[in-house]
């Protein structure tokens, strides 16, 4: 049972480089999130997307860009990384309003 | 809005003792309350979930936590620690209503637990 899988695990990316992390669920959830968690600050909302062809903005959504694919994916676009983007980030899904999150183990992004 | 604060950034306790994880929140619905613990290089797992059926929530691991609407409170409490418990525990809460903006999940900055043998 998979639950939220999110690709690369791992990155390192040079100021200005883009890239796109990957999120997809196989639970059938509506809702699927992008946080981002950096020390002494808790997770922090970027977007998240209440159902599939929706898209909203979170706390901290500058700089990204967010793509619900299908109901099942969810991904999370850095046009142009800049060092402040370093963070690990989490994709989390939910079945409906209220329901718990169920996450994935996180993408660690140093941007140099 | 809704905001979350956790009283205390680092926690240590001993093996045996009483674990007491302080959470505040503030929301203009009744919320829906969680808290969720993080070991190192893993993302977020639920503990336990508040909504309204009852006061005092039981999770996972003999944890559980209760609900004082007159406080604001949610603390998380265990009666004997374990070595396993050490960890990061997050409180997390989003709006009771209906609205695009009630799917969001506002969590605290989470507290450190140490547990000393």
């Known amino acids: 049972n998979a639950g939220v899988t999110q690709t690369p695990k791992f990155q390192v990316l040079k100021t200005g480089q883009s890239m796109t992390l990957q999120c997809a669920q196989d639970m059938n959830h509506n809702s699927m999130y992008w946080y981002r968690q950096d020390p002494g600050m808790g997770l922090r909302l970027i977007y998240y997307?209440?159902?599939?062809?929706?898209?909203d903005k979170g706390e901290v959504p500058n700089g990204y860009n967010v793509s619900r694919l299908n109901k099942r994916e969810f991904s999370l676009r850095l046009e142009s990384a800049a060092p402040s983007q370093t963070s690990v980030y989490f994709c989390a899904s939910s079945e409906a309003r209220g329901s718990p999150l169920h996450f994935g183990n996180g993408t660690r992004l140093t941007v140099t | 809005a809704q905001s979350v604060t956790q009283l205390g950034s680092h926690v240590s306790v001993s093996e045996g003792a009483l674990v007491l994880l302080r959470c505040n929140y503030s929301s203009s619905v009744p919320p829906y309350l969680f808290w969720y613990v993080q070991y190192p290089n893993q993302g977020l797992q639920l503990l336990l979930k508040?909504?309204?059926?009852?006061?005092l929530v039981k999770g996972i691991n003999g944890f559980e936590a209760e609900f004082k609407k007159s406080e604001t409170s949610f603390h998380l409490t265990k009666p004997s620690a374990h070595m396993s418990d050490a960890a990061e525990y997050f409180c997390?809460?989003?709006?009771?209503?209906?609205?695009?903006?009630?799917?969001?999940?506002?969590f605290g900055k989470g507290t450190l637990l140490t547990v000393n043998p």
């Open positions: 508040y909504t309204s059926a009852a006061t």
């Open positions: 997307s209440a159902s599939e062809g929706t898209t």
């Open positions: 997390a809460v989003s709006g009771g209503s209906s609205g695009g903006s009630n799917y969001k999940l506002t």
